[in-house]
């Protein structure tokens, strides 16, 4: 009975530690976007560990179109972005990504080198080498808050609200689906006093087709958004993203007249410049390709766009204070990284240090030549004349 009671004691305490781990698993859900604040509905876990955004400015307009990559095993999910004044939203195009991860993907160079290495001839017999390897509209109505639109776009319910009571906005999105944080309020406060407005985002997967499945978790890539807003400044949202629980990354392509930097690195690790250039839009779209890229790549003022794409790393989310505010840099220098193939120097597919032994010994074998030819073509030389011997007289 010992025996048994304390087996029954073991399996009891493991049944407690699991149903505690998943007790905590939805009290405390993972909620995570640059932009503001992702949540799951339910006491679902969702995670967005990336969010990717191509902004350009002129001046006076500034567009957005971004997209979040996410993990996690919700159903549906909501977030919140401020923007300085009244934004229209439209669903963005996510070949435009891709396109511009070509544009700043690194460059292949070759790097070549005189004397041979290992797997070089004489040192190795394989000779294959390596691996190459402005505002408008009502003011805010009753409770606070005023709807300025309401649409769907594809898979987003879009809400674009303006409010001057961060409480209300929080209530208001509650009651209407858009779950968020609950800090939210308190975060929101700065905005509020910026006079700013807030495009909330609700997306929830469509159903299988066949009715009675269960949509799709969140997962991978999401469908991006394009906002286009008013703007004598060009900032990017990012002090909601304080709330999120894991580490965020960030990756922002900035297009506008010159090469353009971070003010700060506003809480986070030094912002990883990956490219700056004027790229050719036209030649950077391809034939057939989207024509998204080239829009984005636009002249701007008659003058060729210039891109700037940089990475950051977001370690301890709470430590961020600020929006992204990017201004001019000092100089537009341009620079794209490269990796580098190192070759055996060749010529004619010679190798240089053999062309090079071989010309020595040839220079060192024409001069024994002429050495010895001079040497044996010398005229010999007559022999001087004998002093006569000394005649000595008899003491």
């Known amino acids: 009975m010992g025996v048994r009671g304390a087996w029954w004691d073991r399996v009891l305490r493991l049944v407690l530690a699991v149903v505690s781990i998943q007790v905590l698993m939805v009290a405390q859900p993972a909620w995570a976007c640059g932009c503001g604040a992702a949540v799951p509905a339910g006491g679902r876990t969702l995670t967005v560990g990336r969010e990717t955004s191509v902004v350009r400015w002129d001046g006076r307009v500034e567009e957005i179109d971004m997209q979040l990559t996410v993990s996690g095993d919700a159903e549906s999910a909501a977030w919140i972005m401020p923007v300085p004044s009244r934004a229209s939203v439209t669903l963005g195009n996510s070949a435009l990504f891709g396109e511009l991860e070509r544009v700043v993907a690194p460059v292949e160079r070759v790097r070549h080198y005189f004397w041979p ?9 394989d000779s294959g080498g390596g691996d190459r390897s402005p505002r408008a509209g009502a003011a805010p109505g009753a409770g606070g808050v005023e709807v300025v639109g309401r649409e769907r776009l594809g898979p987003f319910d879009v809400a674009r609200l303006a409010s001057d009571d961060p409480q209300a906005l929080g209530s208001w999105l509650t009651q209407n689906g858009f779950h968020l944080p609950p800090a939210l309020a308190t975060a929101l406060e700065p905005y509020v006093r910026q006079h700013w407005e807030y495009v909330a985002i609700r997306l929830a997967p469509e159903a299988p087709a066949g009715g009675g499945v269960r949509p799709a978790t969140l997962r991978g890539s999401l469908d991006p958004l394009h906002l286009s807003f008013a703007s004598d400044r060009l900032v990017y949202p990012m002090r909601l993203s304080r709330l999120a629980k894991v580490p965020q990354h960030l990756r922002l392509y900035v297009v506008a007249a010159h090469r353009m930097q971070p003010r700060s690195d506003i ?36 003058k060729p766009a210039f891109l700037t794409a940089f990475d950051q790393n977001f370690p301890i989310p709470a430590d961020i204070v600020d929006d992204h505010e990017l201004r001019p840099a000092a100089r537009d220098n341009g620079y794209q990284r490269a990796t ?56």
């Open 117 to 125: 290495r290992a797997g070089d001839w004489p040192l190795s017999d």
């Open 340 to 395: 580098y193939r190192d070759e055996l120097l060749t010529v004619a597919g010679i190798p240089a240090w053999l062309l090079s032994v071989l010309g020595a010994l040839v220079v060192l074998l024409a001069a024994g030549l002429l050495w010895r030819r001079r040497i044996t073509r010398r005229p010999p030389t007559a022999p001087g004349p004998v002093p006569p011997r000394p005649t000595y007289a008899p003491s």
């Open 267 to 302: 809480g986070g690790a030094t912002p990883n410049v990956l490219y700056a250039g004027k790229p050719d839009a036209a030649r950077s779209a391809g034939a057939g390709q989207s024509p998204g890229i080239a829009d984005r790549l636009a002249p701007i003022d008659g």
